[in-house]
Every structure is written in C-alpha cells, then in structure tokens.
C-alpha cells in the first residue's frame, strides 16, 4: 500500500487527476477540487489515502501531471 497525500487548498479543479486515475482520485462536489475516492481514505480524511499497488502507476501519473504538483505518493 502506498500513501498519498493531496493539498487541496492549492488545488485548481484541473481535473487531470480524476480523469487519469477515476479509482483513487475525484472531485469534490462542494468546492470542486480532488479529493480522494471514499474507499481509499484514512480515517475519512478526504485528502489522504491508503492505495493498493494496482493504482500506484495512475496515481503517480496524475501526480506528474498536476500542474501545481499538490499530490505526494509516499
């Protein structure tokens, strides 16, 4: 499982992340930035998550993508 982490106060509702990995990211329908899909948050926070292995590559190509780089992988 990898952690990842999304900074949403600096996001810019680009929508890159939940168009290359609709598995792990989505946007939020109250403000329109990303947030994490429910069944990969930690503890209800919609800007952390656990991802299994599967998702590790979508996740770290939206990550790149992201035009303000607010997306961490650990």
Do not use: Y
Request: glycine content about 4%; some cysteine.
């Amino acid at each position: 499982m990898v952690k990842i982490t999304i900074d949403r106060p600096d996001c810019t509702s680009c929508a890159s992340c939940w168009t290359v990995c609709p598995d792990v990211f989505e946007e939020n329908p109250d403000d329109s930035f990303s947030q994490i899909c429910e069944k990969l948050r930690i503890g209800g926070d919609i800007a952390q998550g656990e991802i299994p292995d599967e998702f590790t590559a979508c996740s770290a190509e939206a990550a790149d993508l992201c035009p303000v780089q607010i997306i961490h992988l650990e």
